[in-house]
């Protein structure tokens, strides 16, 4: 690794170290107790995925780099999804509420980017294939 990318990486964890508080108060701000809990779960257990320490440093990982990287990461994060057998419903939650993370991270003016074109998953015809994955 080069001292560039080293130093633009420690550049990006402290950003996020600061920014993280805001960006999850936005995000769960005037919502009930339930979507609160769906919402800090979501962004947990996309933490855990990345198997980083804090969720500033994920937030560094994901949001610090461009957003072709980002949407590939959220994209390998749904298909890890899949691949762990969750539900339909769940994904699209998970995935919406990075699409909302980075919608708001795009407003406090950390990123000149979003996830809006990162696709969901939909269920075709009542079978139970979706983006070319079989579920049952």
Not at 31 to 45: K, M, T, V
Request: with cysteine; charged share 25%.
């Amino acid at each position: 690794m080069d001292t560039t990318t080293r130093r633009s990486r420690q550049e990006a964890r402290y950003r996020w170290s600061l920014a993280t508080d805001r960006l999850v108060f936005e995000l769960t701000f005037g919502r009930n107790s339930h979507s609160q809990r769906f919402l800090r779960g979501d962004i947990e257990y996309f933490r855990a995925w990345l198997n980083e320490p804090t969720l500033s440093m994920a937030l560094a990982a994901v949001f610090g780099s461009s957003h072709d990287e980002a949407s590939s990461v959220v994209l390998h994060h749904r298909d890890h999804m899949v691949a762990a057998g969750y539900g339909v419903a769940t994904i699209n939650r998970h995935l919406c509420t990075l699409r909302a993370a980075a919608r708001i991270a795009r407003e406090m003016g950390e990123i000149d980017w979003d996830l809006s074109d990162v696709p969901g998953i939909a269920i075709c015809d009542n079978s139970q294939a979706f983006n070319g994955f079989n579920i049952g």
